[in-house]
């Protein structure tokens, strides 16, 4: 059975950092690439970061970009999601996924596996 369970999430004013921690068992995580996505209330999933198997190359929202950095540490089948400036409008669930895909992608669709989520809450 494939669990990715996700934590990290909270509350945090703006402007705060957080890091989301997304941890895999039952698969051979080394061979999957790894993404974060999010759902607002309201709003449809969308995508945010993903990362490829062997974490040398990542993929970013623009939204995200410059804010947001992907890593993954295949020792522990874990893959990070750190996240600075952070802003109201970032509010949301966060979800990891796994993809049996080579490089990191935007396509929800290339992903098997998805975690239960891990709720981020921006104050003003």
């Known amino acids: 059975q494939v669990l990715l369970v996700e934590s990290g999430g909270g509350l945090v004013q703006v402007g705060g950092s957080l890091r989301l921690y997304c941890v895999a068992s039952?698969?051979?995580?080394?061979?999957?690439?790894m993404g974060w996505f999010r759902q607002a209330p309201g709003k449809e999933r969308k995508f945010v970061a993903a990362?490829?198997?062997?974490?040398?190359?990542?993929y970013y929202s623009d939204s995200e970009k410059g804010r947001f950095t992907i890593s993954r540490d295949n020792a522990r089948d874990t893959v990070y999601l750190q996240m600075n400036s952070l802003k109201p409008e970032d509010t949301a669930v966060y979800y990891c996924?796994?993809?049996?895909?080579?490089?990191?992608?935007?396509?929800?669709?290339?992903?098997?596996?998805w975690g239960q989520g891990t709720q981020v809450t921006v104050s003003s």
């Open positions: 996924a796994a993809g049996p895909v080579r490089k990191p992608t935007p396509i929800e669709a290339e992903y098997d596996y």
């Open positions: 990362i490829d198997w062997s974490g040398v190359s990542t």
């Open positions: 039952g698969l051979t995580f080394g061979r999957y690439a």
